[in-house]
């Protein structure tokens, strides 16, 4: 507009300028030329003045227009804007400078230039769109596999109300449901919802949900981890493991157990009545009481059978640990404090059950306990590890202790044996030491026993043993508070010297050591599979406790305190007898020759044998006793040999193929290749040779072929010859996508058949590129459904320079771009 | 004791139905079946020869027409319905299935030179050369009642071809202009020109549904958009394309046919140069037609047959030829991928399989996996020369036979020639150009 107003004000000035000067003389003339020229018209043209615009003049006959041709000129503009103070000065210096510019406008583009823009601006524009198509396509041309129609439906079930849409309600039975339904206020078609469920959705949040939704899985997923593990060590066979298992857990409990009775009194209150019902259930059933069938053919047995027997006394055992009245522990433990010595449960004195239950011996021994065998006054003190193992046994052991009467009627010792009992009630380590000698090498058996059963414990009875076991600890707490700084052995001996007193050996390690002291003789003798066996078991502390110096040991012998069950001290006499019973006892059989045979025989039995193929009796005199002759199995040799050559007597196949080979490396070789011609440029005739210059000169050698593949082997050809017929199959040339020979001969290498793989995989090698669905049309693709986010707004972005033109263009993209959003809109409601 | 016993799960080999085989459990040790290469070569030369026996790709011949064909549509939501126009100005119903004529219309005085379906398949466009635009319903008309078109618009010049916007309903002529016309006004709602006085055939692109191309007579094919006020950019060729179509699955490309014998497909977004030219008829290409996969396309050609060209291939698959059927005027891929249809001046109008070796109707599923085996076969060994010698194998009338051999030796003088004159001037004063650079005479903005 500015332009336009300064051109015209510069015309203005023009004519305004002549005006001035000539005034009014022009304007005369100038009509005189027009009435000339209207005259020269046939026709007589009227000039009519228009009424267009106000004027100064007015003629009540018509509308004066004579400031119609006069423009406004900037110079009036100016001079009022100067006098006027409301304007800004801003616009008087534009005016101003308009005024004084003397520039003139470019002339506008031709209309084949300004086309040609537009054109370019437009093909830019919409080759840009149609790009945003660029990825979808590499997309589709990649893809293994395309299925058409493009957009097909779920084939899977739809929801409900889809289905639903278009039914209506019809049988009175539809309409009572209907009627349900709408006053339990359920959803009949598009909510799917329930106000209820809705709520309950509005009430958490998105991120809520998510959160809780990990936590969930978390927690699923750590059950299941739990679940698998507890899977996985029920199926763990190891008698030990389990063992190990139960002990922890009679730990924890324990541990428990304490702190209820500090915290929560009320709750070990519980499970002591647990405990108790448990009994009683026990009393009154008439399980583990030896009077079923099984137990009665036991009994029969156990005249002849250890094993038996033992079953019996395990099984009178167990009932009688889960009779046992349950003492409370906080009245124990004062009358321990206060009592000491006498309060000291039983089976706190029993020693370690390496001795074996089926002991008669052992057992008689352990009932008649005298009141000053309890006397403790120094203990060994042990490693916490020992001592857990320790407690445990001890239960055990007591429980073999209380079967010691039932058992001396059912197992009927011998006279003598019954005798010694009785006579030897406080040195009862004779017999044990007799034991001992079998005992080392049985260890680990008994270990097996021991494991044996613990597994026949019933649940019911673990609450018993353990509530035993809390108690023994106990008792051994306090014990240990009384012997202090008593670590090691040496410090123990002392003790022991200064002391005289008694020593109460508490585990096998102890017993064993005095059953050494006893007797080194028993040990010595089968030392053979005794070391063998303890090197087995390798336990070094205990091996070097055993290899201290026996006289050492014995000077300290004397001193030693008995502990009434236990062998601590033996007369020589006794010692003497002993050895006599011993080799009495293993008189007839000689058991370290015995052994070795065994280990022998154990070994060959390891040994890889020869198998031998030959057939006796075949080719030769059959009968018991009779071998194959090694000459037999010689000859089978000999004859295929012969054979093989009767087969090729007639042709020498070696020499054949030599020379074979030989031809063929002298057909490889290249010829001499011999261009002389006699008599050219000498004397020819008959008998005259070229000569040697000319011989030289024209016999060409050409250079030696690579050498053959097979040079080196000496009983190999190797063709390198093409095979013609194979070659018509065969690709000459690397096909197009692959890079080299090894990706071609790859992929034809990789069969696809069903010969050589699964049906899946079958199924997968060969899905087609391209499948359609039968009698479906397949639309070309639709834009809104691949390109969503971009929005097409051609309007927004139309061409820099606006012309006329382009008006109704606009309005037709406004248009379309409407109708595209009106058909989104749509699409989103379906 | 626990005794172990011998057992199988019955779904190892109990059958779901008594109709099913038995299962043969194998053993896949690969020791156990040998020479995997040979007998899969095997098995691809065998599938190679029985493609072969069994391409028999003539379906249908649709007799009723009374002069040439010269243009066909699909119907757009029935793929029974086929409608033709003749150079009689007849148009004609077919129902394909029962491959008989459904209905006839006398459209036009002169020929019916394009039809167009409405997306909706509720009615159709025919322009003729009578410079009419016509509107018919595709239900005929009640017993005794007249055939007439919904609606007529007189037009100023010949109309010489239409086609329909994919989801409005606005549609666009071609003649001396193109003009894009709303169904509800009997005028243009607007006119391209651009320096040329005729058109001979223009699309709507089917994805950017504003995009339009057109082929005109002075060389050239123009684009369109229905936004701009004026075409977006013209490319000039060597000699005439005289139809295009668009890809329906990709935006940006189109191929067009042409009078040199070949077909361009283009990227609108670079016009300079072709991105594929696809040779093999041996005389002008007068019409050419997507699958709706976007995968491939038919020609058709004054040379008497019809020919089915991957997109992105320099040369046909397949050859399609009768010993009646004439200069194929018209050619269109049926809306499943299944068929081909052709219109040739004979008269008749022709059903083709689009695989000429497929089995048509359903398969069973071991019928479907032992044929994408054989597929997949060919495919692996296609590079193997007995195979591929037979897959490439096609009987070819013998004067076509001719015009190739002689064309063959044309373009190897040609190619000399070029050489020595190359040769025997300057250097880089002949430059060498690919045969896609060849055929494009210029683009103009």
């Not at chain 1, 002759?629 to 007597?649: C, G, N, T, V, Y």
């Not at chain 2, 005794?3 to 109709?19: A, F, G, H, M, S």
């Not at chain 2, 040379?303 to 005027?329: A, L």
Request: glycine content about 4%; aromatic content about 6%.
């Amino acid at each position: 507009m500015a332009a336009d107003e300064e051109e015209l004000s510069i015309n203005e000035q023009a004519i305004s300028a002549s005006e001035d000067e000539e005034g009014s003389d022009d304007e005369r003339k100038h009509k005189k030329l027009l009435e000339a020229i209207s005259s020269m018209g046939s026709r007589k043209r009227k000039k009519q003045n228009e009424r267009s615009e106000a004027s100064v003049q007015v003629s009540e006959f018509f509308v004066n227009a004579e400031g119609t041709g006069e423009k406004v000129n900037l110079s009036d503009l100016l001079g009022t804007v100067e006098k006027t103070s409301g304007a800004s000065n801003k616009t008087k210096k534009q005016l101003r400078n308009l005024q004084s510019s003397k520039e003139t406008l470019e002339l506008p583009l031709n209309k084949q230039q300004t086309e040609k823009i537009q054109r370019g601006i437009a093909y830019e524009k919409t080759a840009a769109e149609v790009s945003c198509w660029r990825n979808i396509i590499l997309q589709n041309q990649k893809a293994e596999q395309m299925v058409f129609p493009l957009n097909q439906e779920s084939p899977g079930p739809k929801r409900v109300e889809q289905v639903v849409a278009g039914w209506k309600v019809q049988t009175p039975l539809e309409q009572e449901i209907f009627r349900l339904l709408h006053i339990n206020s359920q959803p009949v078609d598009d909510p799917v919802l329930t106000p209820v469920e809705e709520q309950s959705l509005k009430a958490m949040s998105l991120e809520e949900a998510k959160i809780r939704r990990a936590e969930l899985q978390k927690a699923r997923a750590l059950q299941s981890y739990y679940e698998a593990k507890a899977k996985r060590e029920k199926k763990i066979k190891s008698k030990k493991y389990h063992k190990v298992q139960r002990k922890a857990k009679c730990k924890d409990f324990l541990k428990q157990f304490d702190e209820m009775v500090k915290t929560n009194p009320e709750g070990a209150l519980e499970e002591l009545k647990k405990m108790e019902l448990s009994r009683m259930e026990e009393r009154m059933s008439l399980k583990h009481q030896n009077s079923g069938k099984w137990a009665k053919s036991k009994a029969i047995m156990a005249k002849y059978d250890d094993s038996a027997r033992k079953a019996m006394q395990e099984q009178l055992q167990m009932n009688k640990d889960l009779t046992q009245k349950i003492v409370v522990p906080s009245d124990d433990e004062h009358e321990s404090n206060e009592e000491g010595l006498e309060t000291i449960p039983d089976f706190v004195n029993d020693s370690e059950p390496v001795i074996d239950s089926v002991n008669p011996w052992m057992r008689g021994q352990l009932t008649h306990e005298e009141p000053e065998v309890s006397c403790v006054t120094t203990e060994d003190v042990q490693t916490a590890e020992e001592e857990n193992e320790e407690e445990e046994l001890v239960g055990e052991f007591e429980r073999k202790r209380k079967l010691r009467q039932a058992d001396e009627e059912d197992l009927i010792p011998t006279e003598e044996e019954r005798k010694r009992a009785g006579l030897k009630k406080i040195q009862p380590a004779s017999e044990v030491v007799e034991e001992d000698v079998v005992e080392v090498s049985d260890k680990e058996e008994e270990d097996d026993d021991d494991d044996d059963e613990e597994e026949e414990e019933e649940d019911v009875s673990e609450f018993n043993t353990l509530f035993r076991l809390m108690r023994s600890e106990k008792t051994l707490e306090g014990s240990n508070q009384t012997r202090e700084g008593l670590n090691t052995p040496g410090q123990e001996d002392e003790e022991g010297l200064l002391n005289e007193g008694q020593i109460r050996v508490r585990n096998i390690e102890d017993l064993e050591v005095l059953g050494e002291f006893v007797d080194p003789q028993p040990i010595a003798e089968p030392s053979l599979p005794r070391t063998a066996a303890v090197e087995a078991t390798s336990e070094p502390p205990y091996k070097k406790k055993r290899e201290i110096d026996l006289k050492e040991v014995l000077t300290k012998e004397a001193k030693a305190v008995k502990v009434p069950f236990l062998p601590t001290v033996v007369d020589e006499e006794e010692r003497d007898e002993q050895i006599s019973i011993i080799k009495e006892a293993f008189a007839g059989d000689d058991v370290i020759s015995d052994f070795i045979k065994d280990k022998s025989k154990l070994e060959a039995a390891g040994r890889p044998e020869v198998v031998d193929l030959t057939l006796p009796g075949w080719g030769e005199w059959g009968g018991v006793g009779l071998k194959p002759s090694r000459w037999k199995r010689k000859r089978e040799r000999d004859e295929q040999i012969s054979i093989i050559k009767e087969a090729f007597a007639g042709d020498d196949v070696i020499s054949d193929f030599i020379k074979d080979k030989s031809k063929l490396e002298a057909a490889g070789r290249p010829e001499v290749v011999d261009l002389t011609l006699p008599g050219w440029g000498e004397w020819g005739g008959v008998g005259l040779k070229p000569s040697r210059w000319k011989r030289k000169r024209f016999r060409i050698k050409t250079a030696p072929p690579p050498p053959r593949q097979d040079q080196k082997l000496p009983d190999v050809i190797i063709s390198e010859n093409r095979n013609a017929s194979v070659a018509s199959h065969q690709v000459s040339q690397l096909p197009f996508p692959f890079q080299n020979t090894a990706q071609f001969e790859s992929s034809i290498r990789t069969p696809i058949g069903p010969t050589w793989n699964t049906q899946s995989v079958v199924k997968n090698m060969t899905k087609p590129k391209v499948i359609t669905k039968m009698g479906a049309i397949i639309e070309p693709m639709v834009k809104e459904d691949f390109i969503k986010n971009k929005t097409t707004t051609p309007g927004g972005k139309g061409p820099a320079i606006m012309l006329g033109e382009n008006k109704r263009a606009k309005e037709g993209t406004k248009r379309s771009s409407e109708k595209h959003r009106g058909r989104r809109s749509q699409k989103r409601r379906k | 004791m626990k005794v172990k016993v011998l057992c199988r799960n019955p779904d190892d080999y109990v059958r779901e139905t008594t109709r099913d085989i038995q299962r043969v459990p194998r053993n896949y040790d690969p020791t156990l079946h040998p020479f995997e290469v040979p007998r899969e070569y095997t098995r691809a030369l065998n599938a190679t020869k029985l493609e072969r026996v069994f391409a028999k790709p003539f379906v249908a011949s649709l007799d009723g027409h009374r002069d040439g064909i010269s243009c066909i549509t699909k119907h757009a939501k029935s793929l029974s319905t086929v409608i033709s126009g003749a150079c009689d100005g007849e148009v004609k119903l077919w129902n394909l299935p029962r491959q008989e004529c459904l209905r006839t219309v006398q459209a036009h005085e002169g020929f019916v030179r394009g039809i167009c379906s409405r997306f909706c398949g509720t009615s159709f466009f025919t322009v003729g050369d009578d410079k009419t635009i016509k509107q018919w319903n595709l239900e005929a008309p009640g017993y005794g009642v007249r055939e007439e078109p919904i609606n007529t618009i007189l037009g100023k010049a010949v109309f010489t071809g239409i086609d329909h916007h994919q989801r409005e309903s606005t549609f666009v002529t071609c003649g001396q202009t193109v003009d894009i016309w709303d169904e509800q006004r009997s005028s243009p709602i607007r006119s391209f020109s651009w320096g040329v006085d005729s058109f001979s055939c223009v699309r709507y692109n089917p994805v950017e549904t504003e995009l339009l191309a057109s082929c005109a007579s002075d060389r050239s094919i123009v684009l369109y958009d229905t936004r701009e006020s004026a075409p977006l950019r013209k490319v000039i060729m060597q000699l005439r394309s005289n139809t295009l179509c668009w890809n329906p699955m990709e935006a940006y490309y189109f191929t067009c046919a042409n009078e040199d014998y070949n077909l361009y497909t283009y990227d609108i977004r670079h016009l300079d140069v072709p991105v594929t030219v696809h040779m093999d008829h041996v005389s002008a290409v007068l019409d050419v037609d997507y699958s709706p996969t976007g995968r491939e396309f038919v020609s058709a050609s004054f040379d008497k047959t019809i020919r089915i060209f991957p997109k992105d291939k320099g040369h046909s698959r397949e050859v399609y030829h009768t010993k009646r059927m004439q200069h194929v005027i018209c050619v269109r891929w049926s809306a499943d991928n299944k068929y081909v249809l052709s219109g040739s001046d004979e008269m008749n109008i022709r059903l083709w399989k689009a695989n000429a070796s497929e089995k048509l109707g359903l398969l069973s599923t071991r019928e479907k996996a032992a044929a994408h085996y054989n597929k997949k076969l060919i495919e692996k060994f296609q590079h193997h020369p007995q195979v591929r010698r037979i897959a490439r194998h096609r009987h070819l009338p013998g004067d076509i036979l001719k015009q190739k051999r002689e064309q063959r030796e044309m373009k190897e003088a040609r190619r000399r020639r070029e050489q020595n004159v190359r040769k025997h001037s300057k250097p880089g004063s002949v430059p060498l150009l690919t045969e896609k650079e060849k055929h494009v005479a210029a683009v103009v903005e």
